[in-house]
């Protein structure tokens, strides 16, 4: 965004300040100025567990396999029927819910390394979203061929 909007020329710059400015704190106090700006506490960084509830279920989710694919549509829908998405416009969101430590495509799944982690309000709940993320998600016996992380490049030089 640095090069789109012409506050930098250079990729190699941009992408300099874009780590400086997480390695520094500074686009985390950025963040926290956002939070209260927008009404939410002026402590947020400073006491995020005081403001941000945990959920009652927080547990892996095994798979088998390499994972290849993710639908993230399905892991939106699995987002939803937890609580933390909405059916309906105004419906209160449950912000203590969803998925935390995905693994990448290409990682080996097994009982040791998980698909990810569910975040959820009761254990129902949990093997409700399991099952969505489970279907949501491909694996394969083979390890896929590695695909690029960036497919295009759409402004400047690389």
């Known amino acids: 965004m640095l090069i789109a909007t012409g506050k930098e020329a250079d990729r190699t710059a941009a992408l300099q300040r874009c780590d400086d400015a997480v390695t520094s704190g500074r686009a985390l106090?950025?963040?926290?100025?956002?939070?209260?700006?927008?009404?939410?506490?002026?402590?947020i960084i400073e006491n995020r567990k005081k403001h941000l509830t945990a959920a009652s279920v927080v547990r892996p989710i095994h798979a088998a396999g390499y994972l290849a694919s993710v639908d993230?549509?399905?892991?939106g829908n699995a987002i939803i029927e937890l609580g933390g998405g909405r059916h309906r416009v105004g419906e209160a969101l449950d912000l203590s819910v969803g998925f935390s430590d995905f693994a990448s495509v290409g990682t080996l799944l097994d009982g040791e390394t998980p698909l990810a982690v569910v975040h959820a309000a009761s254990e129902d709940d949990a093997a409700q979203a399991e099952e969505l993320l489970l279907a949501a998600?491909?694996?394969?016996?083979?390890?896929?061929?590695k695909a690029p992380v960036i497919s295009e490049i759409l402004t400047g030089t690389p």
């Open 137 to 145: 998600c491909t694996t394969v016996a083979d390890e896929p061929a």
């Open 72 to 75: 993230t549509r399905g892991v």
């Open 29 to 43: 106090e950025i963040f926290g100025k956002m939070v209260a700006a927008l009404g939410g506490p002026s402590d």
